[in-house]
C-alpha cells in the first residue's frame, strides 16, 4: 500500500525560531511531492512543488528538500511567526500512467507560541 | 468567484439521514475531487471527475455513497443511510487538468449524531 509518514504528528516553538518537519513516504511510481498548509477550518494550501529531478524548493520562509533515493522529503520554517501556527501536509502524486490520486500524509500540527 | 467553494459549510443530521454536500469549483477547472478528512488526519481521496464522467471513484467506502457531476462544473456528493462514523470534513477540490495543482475548497463538515 502506497503510504506517507509525517513526522512529528505535532510540535510547538517559539516565535522566531525555525523548525524542521519530515516525510517518508513509500508511494511508487512517483511523479510529484507537495507540501500544504492547512489552517483550522480551511482546505489546504500548496506551498511547494517538487518532482523527483529536483532536490530543494524555497516559498519564501519555507523551503522544502527532496531525496528520491531515500524517499524521503522534508520542509524547513525559518523564523516561524504566529501566522504559521497551522498543519502540513505531505502529499505525493503518483505518475500519470498510476492515476491521479493523491496520498496524504497525516500532517504535523505546528504551534508559534509569542 | 475565484476558488473553490463548497456548501454548506456545516451539516448536522441524525443516524439514516440523507444528505448533500456541494462543491462549486474554479470556473474552467476540468477536473474535480472529493476527499474526506477525519479529525488530525489527512485527506483521503473517494473520486475525481474529469468533465461528467467519474474518472476513478475506487475511494469511495461503500455503495451509500455517490457523486455527481451533470454539467461538467458543479459536484454533488451525496449520502444515503449516514451513520456516525460518516462524520469528517468533505474536501472538494479542482484543477485545470487532471495533472495540475488541485486547489481546496475550505470544506464541508458532516457531523452525523
Known amino acids: 500500500k502506497n503510504q506517507v509518514e509525517q513526522s512529528p504528528q505535532s510540535l510547538i516553538i517559539l516565535e522566531g525560531k525555525n523548525c524542521t518537519l519530515q516525510?517518508?513516504?513509500?508511494?511508487?511510481?512517483?511523479?510529484?511531492l507537495r507540501w500544504y498548509k492547512q489552517d483550522t477550518g480551511r482546505g489546504p494550501v500548496s506551498l511547494t512543488i517538487?518532482?523527483?529531478?529536483?532536490n530543494t524548493k524555497s516559498n519564501g520562509r519555507y523551503t522544502a528538500t527532496l531525496d528520491a533515493d531515500t524517499k524521503q522529503s522534508s520542509l524547513h520554517i525559518t523564523a516561524s511567526q504566529l501566522s504559521d501556527s497551522a498543519s502540513y501536509i505531505c502529499?505525493?502524486?503518483?505518475?500519470?500512467?498510476?492515476?491521479?490520486?493523491?496520498?496524504f500524509g497525516g500532517g504535523t500540527r505546528v504551534l508559534v507560541k509569542p | 468567484g475565484a476558488g473553490v467553494s463548497q456548501t454548506p459549510s456545516n451539516k448536522v443530521t441524525e443516524k439514516g439521514k440523507y444528505v448533500e454536500l456541494r462543491c462549486d469549483p474554479i470556473?474552467?477547472?476540468?477536473?474535480l475531487y472529493w476527499y474526506r478528512q477525519s479529525l488530525g488526519q489527512g485527506p483521503e481521496f473517494l473520486i475525481y471527475?474529469?468533465?461528467?464522467?467519474?474518472?476513478?471513484d475506487s475511494g469511495l467506502p461503500n455503495d451509500r455513497f455517490f457523486a455527481v457531476r451533470p454539467e461538467g462544473s458543479v459536484s454533488t456528493l451525496k449520502i444515503q443511510r449516514t451513520e456516525r462514523g460518516d462524520s469528517a470534513v468533505y474536501l472538494c477540490a479542482s484543477s485545470s487538468r487532471g495533472s495540475g495543482e488541485q486547489f481546496f475548497g475550505p470544506g464541508t463538515r458532516l457531523t452525523v449524531l
Open positions: 516525510c517518508n513516504y513509500t508511494v511508487s511510481p512517483f511523479s510529484n
Open positions: 502529499v505525493v502524486s503518483p505518475s500519470r500512467a498510476a492515476g491521479n490520486k493523491l496520498t
Open positions: 470556473s474552467g477547472h476540468t477536473a
Open positions: 517538487m518532482t523527483f529531478s529536483e
Open positions: 471527475f474529469q468533465g461528467t464522467g467519474a474518472a476513478d
